[in-house]
Nanobody, 118 residues
Framework: AVQLVESGGGLVQPGGSLRLSCAAS????????MSWVRQAPGKELEWVCA????????WYAEFVNKRFRISRDDAKNMVYLQLNNLQPNDTAMYYC???????????RGQGTQVTVSS
């Protein structure tokens, strides 16, 4: 069965950074696009970014504004999300997902909470 396990969330002050990790198993990781999505309290699921199989192309939501960076390590079946210059409106549960977008993702993990507050 597909398993996606996120880690690395936490409480950070505005302007701070975090690195989220996602350990994947149960499928041929290197063959799939991977993405990160997030959900803030009371809001809908929101796509953040994606990386293609092979890692040669990345896509980001407009709100990212060059603050976040997705990467992957196919040898370790890991996908990462570097979050920089975090702001309070980045507070959300962040999920790693198998697939490129909300419409095409087939699985996601349990999530890791990111809270940005002074």
């Amino acid at each position: 069965a597909v398993q996606l396990v996120e880690s690395g969330g936490g409480l950070v002050q505005p302007g701070g950074s975090l690195r989220l990790s996602c350990a994947a198993s149960g499928f041929v990781f290197k063959d799939y696009y991977m993405s990160w999505v997030r959900q803030a309290p009371g809001k809908e699921l929101e796509w953040v970014c994606a990386i293609r199989s092979g890692g040669m192309q990345e896509w980001y939501a407009e709100f990212v504004n060059k603050r976040f960076r997705i990467s992957r390590d196919d040898a370790k079946n890991m996908v990462y999300l570097q979050l920089n210059n975090l702001q309070p409106n980045d507070t959300a549960m962040y999920y790693c997902a198998k697939g490129a977008s909300i419409d095409t993702m087939t699985d996601r993990g349990q999530g890791t909470q990111v809270t940005v507050s002074s």
